[in-house]
């Protein structure tokens, strides 16, 4: 079956950078726009970033624009995010995607900024 395992979550300082890492099995992995989601609580899961199969195509949502950068690497099945310049609005649970014939989700990493 399909699975997406995300790491890479923590506690950081403001101004800290992450990488979050999401391995994907099950699937052909080239063949889906990954992307990645986050939740804060008390809040609806919001859209941050996706990247399509081959990489040409890349979004971000406005907030994280210039500070997080997603990338694939195919051969190995995973997908990342890099993220600098962490601020406190930036804490939340973050959820990898798989969008294709089927919208597959991980079960989410917790990031947490403290100020």
């Known amino acids: 079956q399909v699975q997406l395992v995300e790491s890479g979550g923590g506690l950081v300082q403001a101004g800290d950078s992450l990488r979050l890492s999401c391995a994907a099995s099950?699937?052909?992995?080239?063949?889906?726009?990954m992307g990645w989601f986050r939740q804060a609580p008390g809040k609806e899961r919001e859209f941050v970033s996706a990247v399509s199969g081959s990489g040409g195509k890349i979004d971000y949502v406005n907030s994280v624009k210039g500070r997080f950068t997603i990338s694939r690497d195919n051969a190995k099945n995973t997908v990342y995010l890099q993220m600098n310049s962490l601020k406190p609005e930036d804490t939340a649970t973050y959820y990898c995607t798989a969008r294709g014939s089927y919208d597959y989700w991980g079960q989410g990493t917790q990031v947490t900024v403290s100020s």
């Open positions: 099950g699937l052909t992995f080239s063949q889906y726009t």
